[in-house]
């Protein structure tokens, strides 16, 4: 017997899975199968009482999260490559540890009769070292991990970029290489042709090439020449003036002496 009356989350739930099995059995009678058009889609959600802009919400909140998902998966396998490589440096410096010490602890034991145990300060000792290695290596979370991980992320990104930059020149070089190769056989094959027909414009289109190497050199010239000259200070250091002796008062002309003395 069915109840008469429902709860709001319950009655909520009962409606969204009405619409979605009925979602569902109109897109199996419309095309037979589980895949449904994006235009299929818009017209059984104006059937159903959707506005276009919830629609809309809806497929932009999936979108979003699938980059999101996107964007954790890419972040846990730069994660577990981490630490991956974080061990692969660890455990060679432990299976060292031990093959030396167990080498030291026998020579020990064999070669000192006076029952001094030695090997126990370079067991020590480098138990320390490795100590503090374990400790930076092996833990996979904290504030420490995320910084260091943090960085290894950046140095990454830093080197991929520089390996796509570079390649991106490679490919700009080839293009520039392969587009002068094609000039040359044209200017080959075209200046075969005018050999062929006539010599006097073969010859003309020498020196027009030549007069254009020329010019493009006088210009690359001019240039490095102009980036020199701006270079240069515009002003040069002066040297200091040596402070100079104070004149004498100028004596009066002689003119004026005559005058006094008549």
């Given at each position: 017997m069915l109840k008469q009356t429902y709860q709001q989350d319950e009655a909520e739930q009962i409606l969204r899975e009405a619409v979605k099995r009925a979602a569902q059995q109109e897109a199996a009678q419309a095309t037979g199968n589980a895949d449904v058009s994006h235009e299929r889609l818009v017209a059984m959600a104006e059937e159903l009482g959707v506005s276009p802009d919830m629609l809309a919400a809806v497929l932009n909140d999936r979108v979003a999260q699938g980059v999101k998902e996107q964007e954790r998966a890419v972040e846990q396998k730069e994660r577990q490559e981490f630490i991956g490589e974080r061990k692969a440096d660890f455990y060679p410096h432990l299976w060292s540890y031990v093959g030396v010490n167990f080498m030291l602890?026998?020579?020990?034991?064999?070669?000192?009769?006076?029952?001094?145990?030695?090997?126990?300060?370079?067991?020590?000792?480098?138990?320390?070292l490795l100590l503090c290695h374990a400790m930076a290596a092996l833990p996979t979370r904290g504030p420490v991990f995320d910084k260091e991980f943090a960085g290894w992320q950046g140095k990454r990104r830093e080197k991929a970029e520089k390996l796509r930059q570079?390649?991106?020149?490679?490919?700009?070089?080839?293009a520039r290489n392969a587009?002068?190769?094609?000039?040359?056989?044209?200017?080959?094959s075209s200046g075969?042709?005018?050999?062929?027909?006539?010599?006097?414009?073969?010859?003309?289109?020498?020196?027009?090439?030549?007069?254009?190497?020329?010019?493009?050199?006088?210009?690359?010239?001019?240039?490095?020449?102009?980036?020199?000259?701006?270079?240069l200070p515009r002003?040069?250091?002066?040297?200091?003036?040596?402070?100079?002796?104070?004149?004498?008062?100028?004596?009066?002309?002689w003119w004026t002496d005559n005058d006094k003395d008549r």
């Amino acid at each position: 017997m069915l109840k008469q009356t429902y709860q709001q989350d319950e009655a909520e739930q009962i409606l969204r899975e009405a619409v979605k099995r009925a979602a569902q059995q109109e897109a199996a009678q419309a095309t037979g199968n589980a895949d449904v058009s994006h235009e299929r889609l818009v017209a059984m959600a104006e059937e159903l009482g959707v506005s276009p802009d919830m629609l809309a919400a809806v497929l932009n909140d999936r979108v979003a999260q699938g980059v999101k998902e996107q964007e954790r998966a890419v972040e846990q396998k730069e994660r577990q490559e981490f630490i991956g490589e974080r061990k692969a440096d660890f455990y060679p410096h432990l299976w060292s540890y031990v093959g030396v010490n167990f080498m030291l602890i026998a020579i020990n034991l064999l070669t000192d009769r006076s029952h001094h145990f030695w090997a126990v300060y370079p067991i020590l000792g480098w138990g320390i070292l490795l100590l503090c290695h374990a400790m930076a290596a092996l833990p996979t979370r904290g504030p420490v991990f995320d910084k260091e991980f943090a960085g290894w992320q950046g140095k990454r990104r830093e080197k991929a970029e520089k390996l796509r930059q570079k390649a991106e020149r490679e490919r700009e070089a080839a293009a520039r290489n392969a587009a002068q190769q094609q000039r040359r056989q044209q200017a080959r094959s075209s200046g075969a042709r005018a050999y062929d027909t006539a010599p006097g414009e073969a010859a003309a289109e020498a020196v027009r090439q030549v007069a254009g190497a020329v010019q493009d050199a006088v210009g690359v010239a001019a240039e490095a020449l102009d980036d020199a000259l701006r270079s240069l200070p515009r002003e040069w250091p002066r040297p200091p003036r040596t402070p100079q002796r104070p004149r004498s008062a100028p004596r009066a002309p002689w003119w004026t002496d005559n005058d006094k003395d008549r």
